[in-house]
């Protein structure tokens, strides 16, 4: 299995927190994949009967003026371009207007999105259903996946998820 697994989110969340110690794992030859000029891809993992191949967005945050429709499309190609998006938020701050400008970007998107919960280490577990109900009544996700990328936790799990989802 292979595909282009897109990151998103806020700027950090902890996007390259996640990308380092997943690559940091195994850097691997690239894909033979046709790629897009507008995606920079950060990073290929392959593991015995898997590749993926993320892609780097820029860190995305509400503008001050509003996007032009033409700034709107450019994103959201993007995300049609690729085969798994991982919204990444930060459950220490919660739902809040940076993510739901996101959220909002997505809602038309077919590609599946992942909620992925980050910074997990940083809450009581108690804390974390609430938060992850707050999202949940907002958008639907293929997936929602609670981790820590500074400690690793639940970061495998992750990754078999992805691979499922390929
Ligand atoms: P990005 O802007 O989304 O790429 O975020 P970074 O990866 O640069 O992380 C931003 C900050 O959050 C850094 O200080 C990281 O050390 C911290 N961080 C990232 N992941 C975690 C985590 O799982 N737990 C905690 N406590 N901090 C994290
Ligand atoms: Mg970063």
């Given at each position: 299995k292979s595909g282009f697994v897109s990151i998103i989110g806020r700027?950090?969340?902890g996007k390259s927190t996640f990308l380092n110690r997943v690559i940091g794992q195994k850097i691997a030859i690239m894909s033979d994949k046709p790629q897009t000029t507008?995606?920079?891809?950060q990073g290929v993992m392959t593991t015995n009967d898997s590749q993926m191949i993320f892609i780097d967005t820029p860190g995305i945050h509400k503008p001050k003026h509003k996007l032009g429709d033409f700034m709107i499309k450019m994103a959201t190609n993007t995300f049609r371009e690729v085969d798994l998006i991982l919204f990444m938020v930060n459950v220490d701050e919660g739902l809040g207007r940076g993510d739901e400008y996101i959220m909002d970007l997505l809602k038309d998107v077919k590609t599946p999105v992942f909620l992925v919960l980050n910074?997990?280490?940083?809450?009581?577990?108690?804390?974390l259903l609430p938060i992850i109900d707050n999202y949940r009544s907002r958008q639907e996700f293929k997936e929602i996946v609670p981790i820590s990328a500074l400690e690793g936790n639940n970061v495998d799990t992750l990754l078999e998820q992805i691979k499922e989802n390929l």
């Amino acid at each position: 299995k292979s595909g282009f697994v897109s990151i998103i989110g806020r700027p950090n969340v902890g996007k390259s927190t996640f990308l380092n110690r997943v690559i940091g794992q195994k850097i691997a030859i690239m894909s033979d994949k046709p790629q897009t000029t507008r995606n920079k891809i950060q990073g290929v993992m392959t593991t015995n009967d898997s590749q993926m191949i993320f892609i780097d967005t820029p860190g995305i945050h509400k503008p001050k003026h509003k996007l032009g429709d033409f700034m709107i499309k450019m994103a959201t190609n993007t995300f049609r371009e690729v085969d798994l998006i991982l919204f990444m938020v930060n459950v220490d701050e919660g739902l809040g207007r940076g993510d739901e400008y996101i959220m909002d970007l997505l809602k038309d998107v077919k590609t599946p999105v992942f909620l992925v919960l980050n910074k997990i280490d940083t809450v009581h577990p108690d804390e974390l259903l609430p938060i992850i109900d707050n999202y949940r009544s907002r958008q639907e996700f293929k997936e929602i996946v609670p981790i820590s990328a500074l400690e690793g936790n639940n970061v495998d799990t992750l990754l078999e998820q992805i691979k499922e989802n390929l």
